[in-house]
């Protein structure tokens, strides 16, 4: 028997493969009209578009959440350039692949003309003395490099390699954006979903196309097993090993209400539950993040500003790390907030200074706190009369900040809670009242 040629045998192991690899690879996208999402990148008019169809795309880092298209736009690139195109996956290349990459770029470019892109997942894999070794290749043109990284290339990646890359971020794709994927994952299913089963689905993934494709195919399999061609609900929390919780409207609205209230309440156990809730139900951590930040100023403020930083960083944590990881800082956030000493002073002070902003005229600002030049004030005396602090021992001196119509009016009223104790008893010192004088706070 004649051996099988080759070409003959690699196209029906392709054959094979596509056959039984997952949904999520069978339904990648071959070509830029093919990729939902990324439309600030990828669609009509916009830079990467345009390099990519032009075949001009230079050294490259992909950003972004898992999930988002990073090696789909990298396999597009493939097929759109007439370039070679090498794949590595920097979770299991180490120095010598990158060299023999490099040597056969060197070969291919003296011998044929043709340049090469190499795509590196996972770029932020390789540690310092493995990118140095692209570094030289990418200078001087050799490769193209294309990287996909989840985390922030700035921390990752070496400057002078980004240096010479252009950075693209990818972001998570939306509800809308998601729908159409699972669109198209039912029609190469042949599967239709129960309308609950694709919102809980659709929440779930968290804007990763790849993880609504993988659940969505063992949630087939479920229903195919049961000779239905239907896809409950029930089904896609057996794919996800979670149940889903309800989350209509009014629920978002009244369980967001009673998590604020319970910090503000200083209830840290209350808070973590309902953080816990909301999390189970596919809630926004981005919407989560922003009520504490709110909170750290509205219920906490001056009584433990350490608390706005706190709030802030969870925040940070978000949208740096991503979830689940995030929902620890969410959670560290939740209890020292929850668990601060409360004032809402600094919210009332601003209140009373916008209504008198809106109630009362608007004079002028006293003429030796004006902005003016050297040579403004000796012509016309203004700015002159005004005290500097730093020339007083006591590093305060008495002296009018605002028009006479607003002057002496009271906004800010320390409570005695927390660190605003201190900052009460400061203010009465600096103002020589005695501590009677002092209206005594109250808190949230």
Known sequence: MAPVPPD???????????????????????????????????????????????????????WGPPGTGKTTLARVVAGETRRHFVPLSAVTAGVKDVRETVADARRRLAEHGEGTILFLDEVHRFNKSQ???????????????????????????????????????????????????????????????????????????????????????????VTQSREATLITLEDVEAARSSRATRWSVDEHYDVISAFIKSIRGSDPDAGLYWL?????????????????????????????????????????AVEFVGL?????????????????????????????????????????????????????SRRTGEGKGYLYPHDDPRGWVPQEHRPPEVAGRRYYEPSVHGREAQVAERMRRLNGESPDTQQEGTSS
Do not use: C, W
């Not at 169809?53 to 230079?58: A, F, I, P, T, V």
């Open 8 to 62: 003959l045998f690699e196209a029906a192991l392709q054959d094979r493969l596509s056959r039984q690899a997952p949904l999520a690879e069978r339904l990648r996208p071959r070509s830029l009209d093919e990729v939902i999402g990324q439309s600030h990148l990828i669609g009509k008019g916009r830079p990467l578009r345009a390099l990519i169809e032009s075949d001009r795309l230079g050294s490259t880092i992909f």
């Open 324 to 376: 689940p990881e995030a929902q620890l800082s969410l959670a560290q956030a939740v209890v020292h907030l929850a668990t601060a000493p409360k004032s809402n002073r600094v919210y009332t002070a601003l209140g009373a200074a916008q209504a008198d902003v809106t109630e009362r005229p608007a004079g002028p600002v006293p003429p030796p706190l004006r902005s003016t030049s050297p040579q403004q």
């Open 131 to 221: 990118q140095d070794a692209l570094l030289p290749s990418v200078e001087d043109g050799t490769l193209t490099l294309i990287g996909a990284t989840t985390e922030n290339p700035f921390f990752e990646v070496n400057a002078p390699l980004m240096s010479r890359s252009t950075l693209f971020r990818l972001q998570s794709l939306t509800p809308e954006e998601l729908r159409l994927v699972l669109d198209r994952g039912l029609e190469s299913l042949d599967l239709e979903i129960d309308p609950e089963a694709a919102d809980h689905l659709v929440d779930a993934v968290d804007g990763d196309a790849r993880s609504l494709l993988t659940s969505l195919e063992i949630a087939a399999a």
């Open 276 to 316: 816990a809730r909301m999390l189970a139900a596919g809630e926004d951590a981005r919407f989560i993040a922003r009520r504490l930040v709110i909170l750290a100023s509205e219920d906490i403020g001056m009584a433990d500003p350490l608390s706005l930083l706190v709030a802030d960083a969870a925040a940070r």
